[in-house]
Structures are given as structure tokens and as C-alpha cells.
């Protein structure tokens, strides 16, 4: 067999496992960029269009259709979503970022307005926007629309905007699914408690709220399980056409069991079934009521003396008090007075104050936003940069709370240190780890932080083009690191040696005098 199609097979070989490990990357991103932020935004609808018709049936009656169709309320947060995320890895500067991020969303909710309200007006008509300030400033009976939507659209935008600080992961997956099962649950007994009802619809979006949240947990837990495999060396998982129906068809029949119990189960059966708890609530109520009294008696059998003490020392003074003040007589003043001459406010300043009201409203519109929005990129500053795992144990457990005791017996530090201690660490591992670390911060301070979705080598090469000429050291040091951080075996004494020369030819390249010098790593503080 010649050494040309050997050559050829190694090639095609080559070619075909990286065109395979590219697609595993592609559709790893697709799921987790795409498919993840999509389900979660439908998940935050679902409850959130329940409440928004609840308050249309109870706040505005008269409007018989609904305000916002559902989907559209899960593009907004999607819309927030993706346009936070642009903008986190976009050059703008934080102010530019935050002022773009707002009028965006202003510009939106108003759009959605117009389309909802004002649609058969050209939006570049201003007289819908009087039209709709009027409508804000003008309502008695019931309240408008748009002042129902607005606040459902603020909120829809604004959690969007927050879940773009970083990829979202199963704890927040997990946390927007408690919440919104209990936004579901309460807006039910609200429901129920009226006269009017659930909304029509309701049901539907219950059961898109529990599909969307199951597959989003699912999909978290995919991408958690292909990350902890990631970093112990395990074969990768990746998402096939296997996986996807074993979890689709436990979805769909969680939800036919769902659907088949709810029709089984009516409220009064529920009633029926909890009515023993009655007694127990009782007996709850007397022992409470008991304790409320002998605390009462406590309480009283202190003050008495003392209310009693009070009284006679009120009484003493009273008998050496003055004539009693002579009151004027409001009736006879009133009778003087003739109809119609009460004090009024003038027609103008009664026209001013709803429009006053108004801009109060918008103030307090833009105040929420730039809260919003300061939490936006304090959260990208302040990411964590490592990352590691723990076992829980009662060990490990006695040890945290006895470090928790001397934390609070010991005065609060100032600044909280953002890397992890290296105290107990082997020499050249944390020789190798403390010369990273002085890395990570003056690329911190020259403006170029650890992202928290980078690994040490996508980082190591996003500071290559960003410093020229420093390729090499920054080679050497990051393997150093990846070995040092989570390879079994230690790296010898001349790795770690190599790894701080490269750090010290960094530092002398490219951080500027003056803007913070290392220490040696057997002098650091750890």
C-alpha cells in the first residue's frame, strides 16, 4: 500500500472528526443560544399573559378582547434578551451601552402600542400619542389599556435585559419555573375567587408553561452534564435525535397525566378531600389564641403599675391646669358662608396636575430601567473568573462553619478577593495558579476581563490578538495553568518556573509602570 492514499485516508479521517466535532459545537451553541433563552421567555409568558388578562377582565371590563396576544409578550423578552447580549459584547462604553439599551426598550413598549391601540394611525402621526397621554390622564370608571399593558411590557423587556448578563444555566431555568408555577398558582386563586373567572385560555397556557419549563430544564441539564463532562475528561454528550425523544415523550405524557387528572379532579373534590384539615386548623387557631393571652397578661402585668402611676401624676397636674380653652364655633362660621363660594383650584393648574401625574409615572418609568440596567453590567464586572466543584460532606460542612464563625468574630474585610485561596495548594501548582491570577487582574484593570462563558484557552487566545508579540509566554502560561488546574498529576518545579518567567515577560511588555506590580508567588497573600 503506497504512502499516498495512507496519507489520504489520515487526512479524510482527520477532516471528518472535525467537521463532526464542529457540528457537536454548532448545535451545542444553537441549543443553548437559541432554543434555551426561547423557552424560557415562553415559560415567563405564559404567566405573565394569565396575570395581564385577569387585570384587563378586572381593572378594564369594557375591553372584551385581550391586550397582548402571548407570543408576543415572549419576543420581548427575547428581544431584551438578544439586544443585551449585542450590546455586552459590542465596544460601546458602559453609558452609550446603557442609553442604547433604554431607548430601545422605550422604543419597543411604545410600538407595541401603537400596534396594539392605535393602529389604524400612521405611528409617524404624533396625534395618537396625544390621543394615548389623554387616555392616561382622562380615565374614571375603569382603567385604559395601555396603562394595564405598560407594566407587563416594562417587566417582559427588563427580564430579558437581565437574563442577557451571561447563558443562562439550570439554576436559573429553575428559578423563572418555581416562580412562575407560583405566579400560576396565585393568579388561580385569584381567578376562582371572583365572579368573572379564568380567563378564557388560561388552560392552554398552563399547559405551554409546564411543556416549555420541562424541555428548558431538560436542555439545562444537558448543557450541565456536557460541561461537568467537559472538565473531567469524560466522553462528550452530545444532543441526538435518541435523547430528544426520550425527553419529549416524557414531557408529553407528564402532560396527559396532567391533563387527565385535571379533568378528574374538580375544585369541589379538592375541598371535599381537604376538609379534615379544618380540625387542625382549629386546634392551631385555640393553641395561638391562648399563647396571644398569657403573653397579653405578661405584658400587662408590667404596664399596670405603671398606667396606674401615670394616672395619678396626670391627675395632680390637672387640678393646678389653667381654664380650658375656648373653641370657636365651626357650625356658626359655616352657616355664614355662602353656597358655592369654596375654595377652587384654578382651571389651569386642574388641567396640569394629571399631566404632572403622568410625568411622574415616566420618571419613575426610566428610574426602574436604569436600576435595571445597573444591575445589567454590574453583573458582567463582576463574574466569576474560576470556577470549581464541590462535594458536600460533614466534613467539609464543619469545616465552612467554622471558618463562618471567625469571619464574624473578625472585623469585615473591605475589598472581597474575586480568585479562589491558595492556601493548602501544592508549590508549583500554586505557583503556576498565583501567576494566572496576576494575569487575570491586570487584564482586568487594562480593560480586558475574563468572560464568564471563556475557557483559559478561547481567553488565552483573545489576549494574543489583543497584545501582539506576547503569543509565546502566553502559550506557555496558559498550559501551565490548564495542567496545574486540573490535570491528576502535579507539574514539575521547572513548569511552574517557566510559567512565572512567562508572566514576568507579560507584565514587562504590556502592564504600563506604575499600574500594579506582582509579587513573587512565595510572597503573595493567599
Not at 460542612?397 to 467554622?402: K, R, T
Request: proline fraction near 5%; include cysteine.
Amino acid at each position: 500500500m503506497s504512502a499516498e492514499p495512507t496519507f489520504r485516508l489520515g487526512l479524510c479521517t482527520i477532516m471528518s472528526e472535525n467537521a463532526r466535532n464542529g457540528m457537536t459545537w454548532l448545535r451545542s451553541n444553537w441549543l443553548k443560544d437559541i432554543v434555551l433563552p426561547l423557552l424560557l421567555a415562553t415559560l415567563r409568558a405564559c404567566w405573565l399573559w394569565t396575570w395581564l388578562e385577569i387585570a384587563r377582565s378586572g381593572l378594564a371590563p369594557s375591553v372584551t378582547t385581550q391586550l397582548l396576544p402571548l407570543p408576543v409578550l415572549a419576543l420581548v423578552s427575547l428581544a431584551g434578551l438578544f439586544t443585551a447580549r449585542r450590546l455586552l459584547s459590542s465596544s460601546l462604553n458602559l453609558r452609550a451601552a446603557r442609553l442604547l439599551e433604554a431607548a430601545l426598550g422605550m422604543v419597543v413598549i411604545t410600538l407595541l402600542i401603537w400596534w396594539r391601540f392605535y393602529s389604524d394611525e400612521a405611528p409617524w402621526n404624533l396625534q395618537w400619542l396625544r390621543a394615548l397621554g389623554v387616555s392616561l390622564v382622562s380615565w374614571e370608571s375603569e382603567l385604559p389599556g395601555p396603562l394595564i399593558l405598560v407594566p407587563f411590557l416594562i417587566y417582559s423587556w427588563l427580564r430579558g435585559v437581565l437574563d442577557g448578563r451571561a447563558h443562562l444555566y439550570r439554576d436559573d431555568v429553575w428559578n423563572a419555573f418555581a416562580v412562575g408555577f407560583v405566579a400560576l398558582a396565585v393568579a388561580g386563586v385569584v381567578a376562582l375567587s371572583g365572579q368573572r373567572g379564568l380567563p378564557p385560555g388560561t388552560y392552554l397556557a398552563a399547559f405551554l408553561f409546564f411543556g416549555s419549563g420541562l424541555a428548558a430544564i431538560a436542555l439545562a441539564s444537558l448543557e450541565s452534564t456536557r460541561s461537568m463532562a467537559t472538565r473531567r475528561g469524560d466522553d462528550q454528550l452530545t444532543f441526538n435525535r435518541y435523547w430528544f425523544i426520550s425527553v419529549a415523550s416524557i414531557i408529553i405524557a407528564l402532560l396527559i397525566i396532567g391533563f387527565v387528572l385535571s379533568a378528574l379532579i374538580t375544585p369541589q373534590a379538592v375541598a371535599q378531600m381537604l376538609q379534615w384539615t379544618s380540625i387542625i386548623l382549629d386546634v392551631l387557631g385555640l393553641i395561638l389564641y391562648y399563647l396571644f393571652l398569657i403573653f397579653a397578661f405578661i405584658v400587662f402585668l408590667v404596664l399596670g403599675p405603671l398606667i396606674t402611676l401615670m394616672r395619678r401624676l396626670l391627675a395632680g397636674s390637672a387640678s393646678e391646669a389653667a381654664q380650658p380653652i375656648q373653641m370657636p364655633d365651626f357650625q356658626k362660621q359655616l352657616e355664614g358662608l355662602e353656597k358655592g363660594n369654596a375654595a377652587v383650584l384654578p382651571s389651569a393648574i386642574s388641567r396640569l396636575l394629571p399631566w404632572l401625574g403622568l410625568a411622574v409615572v415616566i420618571f419613575v418609568i426610566g428610574l426602574i430601567f436604569a436600576i435595571a440596567l445597573r444591575r445589567l453590567y454590574a453583573g458582567k464586572e463582576e463574574e466569576i473568573i474560576e470556577t470549581r466543584e464541590s462535594i458536600l460532606s460533614a466534613s467539609l460542612l464543619m469545616e465552612q462553619l467554622g471558618g463562618l464563625r471567625q469571619r464574624l468574630r473578625r472585623s469585615r474585610p473591605r475589598f472581597a478577593n474575586p480568585f479562589f485561596s491558595l492556601d493548602g495548594e501544592q508549590e508549583a501548582r500554586r505557583i503556576i495558579r498565583a501567576a494566572y491570577q496576576d494575569l487575570l487582574a491586570a487584564a482586568r484593570r487594562l480593560g480586558q476581563p475574563h468572560r464568564r462563558d471563556q475557557t483559559p484557552t478561547e481567553y488565552g487566545n483573545a489576549l494574543k490578538q489583543t497584545w501582539p508579540g506576547e503569543e509565546s509566554p502566553l502559550t506557555t502560561l496558559t498550559a501551565a495553568y490548564l495542567k496545574a488546574r486540573y490535570a491528576a498529576q502535579p507539574p514539575s518545579s521547572d513548569e511552574a518556573q517557566a510559567a512565572w518567567q512567562a508572566w514576568e515577560k507579560v507584565r514587562a511588555s504590556v502592564i504600563p509602570p506604575g499600574n500594579g506590580k506582582a509579587k513573587p508567588a512565595n510572597k503573595r497573600k493567599t
